[in-house]
């Protein structure tokens, strides 16, 4: 992954073997089993962020509040499969994101949305526009468990498990 890669005419910036082994060691120790590698500069209107996840992440259903934040999500390693639920947190699409076949989603703004690993690591490119606050930047779904509780295991399993 020392090569820089272009996908839908972006160019992904580059990543060394040694800051790949460093972030996942980083998200093996993190109770969230995920990290982020943030590319762009505080008060920057275009963000940029490498995700480094673990199979067994979970991160709460959420969407992105704004005209502007589109979520873009570039594959750089592994897979995963994305989730859309409607405002009651009924599936309403799953889409597979792997190599030779659809290495390239966008979450429009005003989406809940949630992922699962398919394979034990996996590596995400991302971006958004919009400048960032953490209290504005995304709502998390109230009919969802919060992450790191004895629901959020249950409900994680059972999006595991609409998988098969």
Known sequence: MKNSMTKNLIDIPSLKDSEIKVNFLKAKNSIRKRVPKIIHQSGDY???VFNFMLYDTYMQPHLHPGKEKTEKMYLV???????????FGKI?????????HQEYVEVPPYIWHTYIMLTEKVIVYETMDGIYNDKTWKEM?????IE??????V????????VC
């Open 92 to 100: 309403i699409k799953k889409q597979i994101i792997e190599f030779n």
């Open 77 to 87: 390693l592994g897979s995963f499969i994305l989730f859309f639920f409607d405002n």
């Open 141 to 145: 779904a109230s009919w969802a468990p």
């Open 155 to 162: 409900f994680f399993n059972n999006l595991r498990q609409s």
């Open 148 to 153: 790191n509780s004895k629901e959020a295991l």
């Open 46 to 48: 275009e963000n940029k």
